[in-house]
């Protein structure tokens, strides 16, 4: 089992930045591929940034590329999510996930809800015109 909690939500106006942390619980954190999803009231939930177990794979949503950045420390058991130039379409509650990755090269990264076996309650983000 991994608990994951999220933090660094909150309003912030359009053109601005926050950053996202999600702390996991086990301190086999580094055998786990990351992920950060959003999801809106009536809508389903919706990939954004994924890293591999080894952090050296990453990869974006067409709608966050070039201005959000998923990064991961093992040394701290932490995902983060960088966000910039945010829009007040990225108003959404976002999710931390993660994965039990068991292929030896570590570089994989998932990007379907499917895939992902715990989930954090969610950080809400607001981005205000």
């Known amino acids: 089992q991994v608990q994951l909690v999220e933090s660094g939500g909150g309003l912030v106006q359009a053109g601005g930045s926050l950053r996202l942390s999600c702390a996991a619980s086990?301190?086999?954190?580094?055998?786990?591929?990351m992920g950060w999803f959003r999801q809106v009231p009536g809508k389903e939930r919706e990939f954004v940034a994924a890293i591999s177990r080894s952090g050296g794979s990453t990869y974006y949503a067409d709608s966050v590329k070039g201005r959000f950045t998923i990064s991961r420390d093992d040394a701290k058991d932490t995902v983060n999510l960088q966000m910039n130039s945010l829009k007040p379409e990225d108003t959404a509650v976002y999710y931390c996930a993660a994965h039990l990755d068991k292929y030896a090269s570590g570089r994989t990264y998932y990007t379907g809800r499917n895939e992902y076996e715990y989930w954090g309650q969610g950080t809400q983000v607001t981005v205000s015109s």
């Open positions: 086990r301190r086999t954190f580094s055998s786990y591929a």
